[in-house]
T-cell receptor
Framework: GQQLNQSPQSMFIQEGEDVSMNCTSS?????WLWYKQDPGEGPVLLIA?????ELTSNGRLTAQFGITRKDSFLNISASIPSDVGIYFC??????????????FGKGTHLIIQP | GAVVSQHPSRVICKSGTSVKIECRSL??????MFWYRQFPKQSLMLMAT?????????EQGVEKDKFLINHASLTLSTLTVTSAHPEDSSFYIC?????????????FGPGTRLTVL
């Protein structure tokens, strides 16, 4: 199946630093989503983006839906230890029969060094 | 709100046996549920779309006779892995779709770890 191009694959940062990750696709999506997954658990929705150009914040998280509808980025400001985990972008298309299943990126593994 | 549960959370079975995994939306009704598979250190891959009262739609490369999906009610979908083999060992995650804040949103279950010996 298709996967989105997500980068970076992993990040080693110091606590308090800002984080930025992005996803690109060769095709258009109607919706872009960002999830966080902790080991052995299901993904938890962080931010959902529904309009091209949309910029949305959720606390220290900010995400944008690219104008071309083929990309998105997620920023985390002032990282804290609980931000550790794997972050996935996901794209969703809406067809005549309703919303489709999600296409995920390969994930960004965030590691915070004390 | 929007809680999705899966049962069991972890299962170990012998090669050749069948395993059933349940996905339930606890506080909402979901006409559509999705099943994903995640191998270690990899991303989630969509396996199939499950619609209440109709046949599931499978992604290319997913064997429908091996991964049986039943969406019996608006709150329950089941995935049965038939004649499981070691290569079927994976983390199986479901999601349920609901209308929230003027749009469809998928909420994920906690996943089921399947190990086939």
């Amino acid at each position: 199946g298709q996967q989105l191009n997500q980068s970076p694959q992993s990040m080693f940062i110091q606590e308090g630093e800002d984080v930025s990750m992005n996803c690109t696709s060769s095709s258009i999506f109607n919706t872009w989503l960002w999830y966080k997954q902790d080991p052995g658990e299901g993904p938890v929705l962080l931010i959902a983006l529904y309009k091209a150009g949309e910029l949305t914040s959720n606390g220290r998280l900010t995400a944008q839906f690219g104008i071309t509808r083929k990309d998105s980025f997620l920023n985390i400001s002032a990282s804290i230890p609980s931000d550790v985990g794997i972050y996935f972008c996901a794209g969703q298309r809406v067809s005549g029969g309703g919303a489709d299943g999600l296409t995920f990126g390969k994930g960004t593994h965030l590691i915070i060094q004390p | 709100g929007a809680v999705v549960s899966q049962h069991p959370s972890r299962v170990i079975c012998k090669s050749g046996t069948s395993v059933k995994i349940e996905c339930r939306s606890l506080d909402f009704q979901a006409t559509t549920m999705f099943w994903y598979r995640q191998f270690p250190k990899q991303s989630l891959m969509l396996m199939a779309t499950s619609n209440e009262g109709s046949k599931a739609t499978y992604e290319q490369g997913v064997e429908k006779d091996k991964f049986l999906i039943n969406h019996a009610s608006l709150t329950l979908s089941t995935l049965t892995v038939t004649s499981a083999h070691p290569e079927d060992s994976s983390f199986y995650i479901c999601s349920a779709e609901t209308w929230r804040e003027y749009t469809d949103t998928q909420y994920f279950g906690p996943g089921t770890r399947l190990t086939v010996l």
